[in-house]
């Protein structure tokens, strides 16, 4: 089992990485949240499609978690704007097709999904 105090830390991620997370469902925001800050991640929430735009505006993420649908509004938009800006993008479905997405997404991960995925994830593209 390893401790907090053995885990490999990046430079990216000791300087607590930004890390945005958009999703509609309150409790699986909260969930990917909790799990990103206990390893270092500094993480902004938006459960809106107006939300995610003005925190990037606001403060340029390091990455982007993306729920495919926000309140039964896809995403893909915004999407294609991220990806333009350069921003790593991991699109978050349990409704989508994933192979749809992975050509146009750095990675794609299936809900339910284990919060050690996105930890994973972040580490990836912020690290």
Known sequence: MLLAEDRIR???VAQQASVLVVEDDASLRLLARVNLELEQ???REAGTLEEARA?????RPAMVFL???LHG?????LLDELR????PVVVVTGTADITQYRD???QVIGKPFEPS???AAARRFVG
């Open 73 to 77: 509004e896809a995403t893909d938009v």
């Open 55 to 59: 925190a990037v505006a606001a403060e």
């Open 117 to 119: 995925a996105l930890v």
């Open 67 to 69: 729920d495919v649908h």
């Open 41 to 43: 991640f500094s993480v």
């Open 10 to 12: 990046s430079p990216a």
């Open 104 to 106: 146009r997404a750095d």
């Open 84 to 87: 333009r800006a350069g921003i």
